[in-house]
């Protein structure tokens, strides 16, 4: 069983940047990737970016590449989303989520911090 806690959202003006943290623990935790997800009012859950915990391969959506980066530090736990050339259209609550296996669906996640760009 692992549990997820995001830390870092914020109110930031549109052109700002911020940088949200998932820090994972729990016992004999296996992660094949973690992956952040958002989740803007009226609107479903979105993929913004996944990392192969092992290998470091990194995938973003369209309408975050260039903007986005995320990374991981092994020893700690941790991933992280640096978040640059923030929109408007970014807000929304970020979730960070945890895939076990490689054969199944994003297995945990977090409670979600909100992330507010004001234009």
């Known amino acids: 069983q692992a549990q997820l806690v995001e830390s870092g959202g914020g109110l930031v003006q549109a052109g700002g940047s911020l940088r949200l943290s998932c820090q994972a623990s729990?016992?004999?935790?296996?992660?094949?990737?973690m992956g952040w997800f958002r989740q803007a009012p009226g609107k479903e859950r979105e993929f913004v970016a996944g990392?192969?915990?092992?290998?470091?391969?990194?995938s973003y959506a369209d309408s975050v590449k260039g903007r986005f980066t995320i990374s991981r530090e092994m020893a700690k736990a941790k991933v992280y989303l640096q978040m640059n050339s923030l929109k408007p259209e970014d807000t929304a609550v970020y979730y960070c989520?945890?895939?076990?296996?490689?054969?199944?669906?994003?297995?945990?996640w977090g409670q979600g911090t909100q992330v507010t760009v004001s234009s």
């Open positions: 989520a945890l895939q076990a296996w490689s054969n199944k669906e994003y297995d945990y």
């Open positions: 729990g016992r004999a935790l296996t992660v094949y990737s």
């Open positions: 990392l192969v915990w092992s290998g470091g391969g990194t």
